[in-house]
């Protein structure tokens, strides 16, 4: 089993190294938030996130050689090595096998232990997540279609939305809010009850929202965070910054729904983010779906980013996509090790050393 290991070691050393490196991502994408918020529309402060999610999911990228020159590596041996070198090319093997040696061969370096831990740690999460995705996909399958008011209302937020894929409109006991499951087969499940708490108008934007989470193909975004988060459970300042990620997603999708609505509307908007926060349970810690209001902690920020609201100008798409693109270069650059020139065999430099000191 110790010697199955060996083949994770390449991955979980790539997991490692592109953690510790997003310990100095996640301060530069913060920082580049906080600094332009002002000019910066919420696509594109959502937008700086991707920056982190490629340093934590591509192994490869852009080096730079930090070394410099390359340089041989020579190691200093005595005059008279060479006749001993020599000397020994001409030793019998050794036949017996120290006892010693084998038992050590047999316990666990920390470096395998890791390893294992590792390994189990993702098992345990992706089994959670796995459950959890099969359990909404029985879900959509025993959900029943809601009255022809609702889905005539559904497809009228289709055509505004855009949305040309085929996503299910669903009624379900299963569910407390309002709740997209599904990537390839998008279903919207609405609670059964959610007439006795919202009204007509206030069900179409719920709907404006979740269709613009389908339309910003949301839910698979979603599905590569909860990856990276399972890939880096060890790494709580990576969960911090996806959970933040996952905040500006929302504002990105708010944003996307007040430009359907009007000012008065807009103010409706807040009021009904707030309606639903009563409905929502705790978020999850691992989350592959969309609602309305993923969590109540975040949902102050995003009530102000309603109320402020203001399409921003070209100039304002300029500057993310520019920032965006150099955070990302920075993301994806690693540094290369120079290229060592092979050490030359010590019987080698053994000989040229006396052939120096005859001549």
Partial sequence: MIEQTGFLLPIASWVLFSSLKSIAIIPLVLLIRRVFTKWLTP?????????????LTIPFGAQVDLRGTPRATEVPVPVHAASRANAANYEKPVIGISTAAVTSSFQPSPRTVAILVWVLGVAVLAAAVLRNAARYSRMSFTASEPDAATTRLFEHCTQIVKIRRHVRLLETSGVDSPLLVGYWRPALLL?????SHINREQLRMVLL?????????DILVNWLITCVQIAHWFNPLAWYALRIA????????DAGVLRHLTTAEQLEYGNTLIRLSDMTPRQALLVQNASVVESRSQLKERISMIARFK?????????GATLIALTSIVACTQGADAPQQPAKPAVQLATAAVVEQAA
């Fill in 311 to 319: 399409p921003l100008g070209t100039a304002s798409s300029i500057l």
């Fill in 209 to 217: 929202h979740e269709l613009t989470h389908v339309g910003r193909h």
């Fill in 191 to 195: 609670p059964r009850n959610l007439s």
């Fill in 246 to 253: 996952r905040n500006d997603m929302e504002q990105a999708c």
């Fill in 43 to 55: 696509q594109a402060r959502y937008g700086l996130w991707f920056a982190l999610i490629a340093c």
